[in-house]
């Protein structure tokens, strides 16, 4: 394996807020007994802490169409571990940030405004942010294109039309070159979107209905985040943390819980499964609910993709206890506990009874699990590698879009258009979550065979495992919808800053839509919503 050197620039990125982590080879890390540096003493034992669930965000103003939101991007001091201060990035101040409920057929403006300092305090750069709501059909101009970059002071609305079936999303940074730093830092968030079909099924709700954002890190000796990407490869740390809390222990009655499973790790995959060995079931996936809930004993996670599963505690006396664990994936960088995730305690109390099932039909097929080879147009070839040091999109890196004034495209699709897509990972060493922004599609196979049961529903994010071939499905847009460039990128997020991304462009492209120009962040204050 090929191990470039480092510039100046990427130097940086293995200090953050006064400490070192040593840029380590990374096929020489591939199993360690710890990578934070604080004393052990200051690392909880996992399943000690209490789980924490996110806060919702309230609305800021809302219309006949429309709910308004305020979201500030801020440096602050939390902890993470107990009586440890952290300075970390958070929407409204908080890691992870505030929950966004949204309705189908209500428009959403989500004010982001960037309240960051002018300069990262120790890694140098300057903390631009651009805000991708990850699994929203939204126009090039407010979808997180990386080129279009909010700076410290700056404000930005981003509009979402909410017209795609109900979904878990997520929020998150999307700035060019410092994703991973920021999202890293805690800049992500869920957005549920929900519609009639959802709100019509007798499964878990409410209290029962729970976001797991799944991530890692490492911690320096004063507490602050280590940052080491392992020349490029990807961050690995060394504590598992569910919605910001290490390890946590969540108590559960004997009933169905749904929970909203997110890879919010920069690079670290995971392989899940219940200590017992007790089947879940899968109901939905990236794009939103299956036509059938898949009973699966373990799914396997990437960077960025989503799974709704239930999990029933009714046979579980009260007492016991269950855990989440990590069997792990190839080439991650594993320490002492990153093969567990959290813990159920089952306990005696009293529950609502209601919406306590998982129906054997979930939902109509979603459009694009509907779709057939038959009807593709165009079958495109994509090859995802490392190529002299620079990880690439058939040869071609992010750098070389910007270099040709951003007009290089993977794809030309039209409006209405079906296409294949085959994404192959040759590499032994790296497993490739690929994101294609805008569209739901359909995995066709994984190397010539069935894709796995929890990928049996609509998704924007696929698993391209080492030596990998997979093929995609997917319709773009509709006679006269949305025209314009999109993103693809491989979602770990190290790859994606340096510079695995590329672009394609639906229909033709003009001001009315160009991602950067159309709708630029302001300075200023912003107008009062009345």
Same mark, same amino acid.
């Given at each position: 394996?090929?191990?470039?050197?480092?510039?100046?620039?990427?130097?940086?990125?293995?200090? =953050?807020?006064?400490?070192?982590?040593?840029?380590?080879?990374?096929?020489?890390?591939?199993?360690?007994?710890?990578?934070?540096?604080?004393?052990?003493?200051?690392?909880?034992?996992?399943?000690?802490?209490?789980?924490?669930?996110?806060?919702?965000?309230?609305?800021? %103003?809302?219309?006949?169409?429309?709910?308004?939101?305020?979201?500030?991007?801020?440096?602050? &001091?939390?902890?993470?571990?107990?009586?440890?201060?952290?300075?970390?990035?958070?929407?409204?101040?908080?890691?992870?940030?505030?929950?966004?409920?949204?309705?189908?057929?209500?428009?959403?403006?989500?004010?982001?405004?960037? /309240?960051?300092?002018?300069?990262?305090?120790?890694?140098?750069?300057? @903390?631009?942010?651009?805000?991708?709501?990850?699994?929203?059909?939204?126009?090039?101009?407010?979808?997180? %294109?990386?080129?279009?970059?909010?700076?410290?002071?700056?404000?930005?609305?981003?509009? %979402?039309?909410?017209?795609?079936?109900?979904?878990?999303?997520? %929020?998150?940074?999307?700035? &060019?070159?410092?994703?991973?730093?920021?999202?890293?830092?805690?800049?992500?968030?869920?957005?549920?979107?929900?519609?009639?079909?959802?709100?019509?099924?007798?499964?878990?709700?409410?209290?029962?209905?729970? @976001?797991? #954002?799944?991530?890692?890190?490492?911690?320096? /000796?004063?507490?602050?985040?280590?940052?080491?990407?392992?020349?490029?490869?990807?961050?690995?740390?060394?504590?598992? =943390?569910?919605?910001?809390? @290490?390890?946590?222990?969540?108590?559960?009655?004997?009933?169905?819980?749904?929970?909203?499973?997110?890879?919010?790790?920069?690079?670290?995959?995971?392989?899940?499964?219940?200590?017992?060995?007790?089947?879940?079931?899968?109901?939905?996936?990236?794009?939103?609910?299956?036509?059938?809930?898949?009973?699966?004993?373990?799914?396997?996670?990437? #960077?960025?993709?989503r799974y709704e599963i239930v999990i029933d505690f009714a046979a579980i006396k009260p007492g016991q206890k269950i855990q989440l664990v990590n069997l792990g994936v190839k080439n991650a960088i594993d320490y002492d506990h990153t093969g567990k995730i959290m813990q159920f305690e089952v306990?005696?109390? @009293?529950?609502?009874?209601?919406?306590?099932?998982?129906?054997?039909?979930?939902?109509?097929?979603?459009?694009?699990?509907? =779709?057939?080879?038959?009807?593709?147009?165009?079958?495109?070839?994509?090859?995802?590698?490392?190529?002299?040091?620079?990880?690439?999109?058939?040869?071609?890196?992010?750098?070389?879009?910007?270099?040709?004034?951003?007009?290089?495209?993977?794809?030309?699709?039209?409006?209405?258009?079906?296409?294949?897509?085959?994404?192959?990972?040759?590499?032994?060493?790296?497993?490739?979550?690929?994101?294609?922004?805008?569209?739901?599609?359909?995995?066709?196979?994984?190397?010539?065979?069935?894709?796995?049961?929890?990928?049996?529903?609509?998704?924007?994010?696929?698993?391209?495992?080492?030596?990998?071939?997979?093929?995609?499905? #997917?319709?773009?847009?509709?006679?006269?919808?949305?025209?314009?460039?999109?993103?693809?990128?491989?979602?770990?997020?190290?790859? /994606?800053?340096?510079?695995?991304?590329?672009?394609?462009?639906?229909?033709?492209?003009? &001001?009315?839509?160009?991602?950067?120009?159309?709708?630029?962040?302001?300075?200023?204050?912003?107008?009062?919503?009345?």
């Amino acid at each position: 394996m090929e191990l470039p050197s480092l510039d100046r620039r990427d130097m940086l990125k293995v200090w =953050l807020l006064g400490a070192a982590a040593v840029a380590l080879p990374f096929q020489a890390s591939l199993t360690a007994k710890s990578a934070s540096r604080i004393s052990s003493r200051k690392l909880p034992k996992p399943y000690t802490l209490p789980f924490a669930v996110p806060p919702v965000l309230p609305k800021a %103003y809302e219309d006949a169409t429309t709910d308004y939101y305020v979201v500030r991007q801020q440096a602050f &001091v939390g902890r993470i571990l107990p009586g440890v201060d952290t300075p970390l990035f958070g929407y409204n101040g908080t890691v992870p940030g505030p929950t966004i409920k949204a309705t189908h057929g209500r428009r959403t403006v989500v004010r982001q405004i960037n /309240e960051l300092p002018d300069q990262h305090p120790s890694l140098g750069y300057v @903390p631009w942010t651009s805000t991708h709501l990850h699994g929203m059909p939204s126009e090039p101009q407010y979808d997180g %294109y990386a080129g279009d970059n909010s700076q410290p002071g700056q404000w930005k609305d981003y509009h %979402y039309p909410n017209n795609c079936e109900a979904r878990t999303l997520w %929020y998150h940074d999307h700035g &060019v070159h410092h994703t991973a730093e920021n999202v890293y830092m805690g800049l992500a968030a869920q957005y549920h979107l929900t519609d009639a079909v959802e709100q019509a099924l007798p499964i878990p709700k409410g209290q029962y209905d729970v @976001p797991l #954002m799944l991530g890692d890190a490492s911690f320096a /000796e004063s507490g602050a985040l280590l940052w080491d990407d392992h020349s490029h490869s990807g961050h690995y740390g060394d504590v598992i =943390l569910v919605n910001g809390v @290490p390890w946590p222990t969540m108590k559960v009655t004997q009933r169905k819980y749904r929970f909203r499973v997110l890879n919010a790790s920069v690079a670290r995959g995971y392989k899940l499964k219940l200590s017992n060995g007790q089947p879940f079931q899968v109901i939905a996936t990236d794009g939103g609910l299956m036509s059938a809930p898949q009973s699966v004993t373990q799914i396997t996670v990437g #960077m960025a993709e989503r799974y709704e599963i239930v999990i029933d505690f009714a046979a579980i006396k009260p007492g016991q206890k269950i855990q989440l664990v990590n069997l792990g994936v190839k080439n991650a960088i594993d320490y002492d506990h990153t093969g567990k995730i959290m813990q159920f305690e089952v306990t005696a109390d @009293p529950f609502d009874p209601d919406n306590n099932l998982v129906p054997a039909a979930l939902a109509p097929a979603h459009s694009a699990m509907l =779709l057939t080879p038959a009807q593709a147009k165009v079958k495109r070839y994509m090859r995802v590698e490392r190529t002299n040091g620079l990880w690439t999109i058939n040869g071609q890196t992010w750098d070389d879009v910007e270099k040709g004034d951003f007009n290089p495209i993977f794809a030309n699709p039209q409006p209405g258009d079906v296409e294949m897509w085959e994404i192959e990972n040759k590499s032994g060493g790296w497993f490739h979550p690929v994101h294609i922004h805008f569209v739901d599609f359909q995995v066709v196979s994984r190397n010539g065979k069935p894709p796995r049961p929890e990928e049996k529903g609509p998704k924007d994010v696929v698993y391209v495992g080492e030596g990998e071939k997979v093929r995609v499905l #997917m319709r773009f847009s509709k006679p006269g919808g949305y025209h314009g460039r999109y993103m693809i990128h491989c979602h770990n997020l190290s790859h /994606e800053d340096h510079d695995m991304m590329t672009q394609f462009q639906i229909g033709a492209h003009d &001001v009315d839509c160009d991602p950067v120009k159309t709708a630029p962040p302001k300075y200023g204050n912003p107008p009062v919503w009345s």
